[in-house]
T-cell receptor
């Protein structure tokens, strides 16, 4: 158990819908990262927050957004969902941005 | 460009065999960090090791060992006396700025 929690574990929804994935980092970790794992793209970095501020952006679609709250938990919002958004979404956290990242169990999103 | 290549898509071994997973990286940075993560069938990503570019000493942790060679830009992972519980997908990653760039992973199947 890495100490990073993600909810929900599974999510099944329809195209065009909007969902929110939630992540609680390890106690004391200030940095939160979101990654997407899909069969065709592999593991891809989406976005990073550090102490409430966006710090880095990767290949994140405009339909996706995220934020980190004062209690350091983070949410990833996915809207206008498409079939291709079906993937495993991981949250990771680290004490500081340059430290090793510990991953949560992931949220498996299925878009029908 | 930053890139990680894991040329072995899938490896099958019989229990107690030694197995080496290859990782080749590309980076123009002089200081960089490399990682290995394990993804068992349950899906979570488990951190195994972090190695910085200044430390070329090989690392051993129980049955696991890592061979870092800057001259060949490789960071290979060896499991000695493999066990069925080692069956998983193993990812090598390179940290670029704050994000991790992952290889495509090597699926290791250990048969009894």
């Amino acid at each position: 158990d890495s100490g990073v929690t993600q909810t929900p574990k599974h999510l099944i929804t329809a195209t065009g819908q909007r969902v929110t994935l939630r992540c609680s980092p390890r106690s004391g970790d200030l940095s939160v990262y979101w990654y997407q794992q899909s069969l065709d793209q592999g593991l891809q970095f989406l976005i990073q927050y550090y102490n409430g501020e966006e710090r880095a952006k990767g290949n994140i679609l405009e339909r996706f957004s995220a934020q980190q709250f004062p209690d350091l938990h983070s949410e990833l919002n996915l809207s206008s969902l498409e079939l291709g958004d079906s993937a495993l979404y991981f949250c990771a956290s680290s004490v500081q941005p340059l430290n090793e990242q510990f991953f949560g169990p992931g949220t498996r999103l299925t878009v029908l | 460009a930053q890139k990680v290549t894991q040329a072995q898509t899938e490896i099958s071994v019989v229990e107690k065999e030694d197995v080496t997973l290859d990782c080749v990286y590309e980076t123009r940075d002089t200081t960089y960090y490399l990682f290995w993560y394990k993804q068992p069938p349950s899906g979570e990503l488990v951190f195994l090791i972090r190695r910085n570019s200044f430390d070329e000493q090989n690392e051993i942790s129980g049955r696991y060992s890592w061979n870092f060679q800057k001259s060949t830009s490789s960071f290979n992972f060896t499991i000695t006396a493999s066990q069925v519980v080692d069956s998983a997908v193993y990812f090598c990653a390179l940290r670029y700025t704050d994000k991790l760039i992952f290889g495509t992973g090597t699926r290791l199947q250990v048969f009894p």
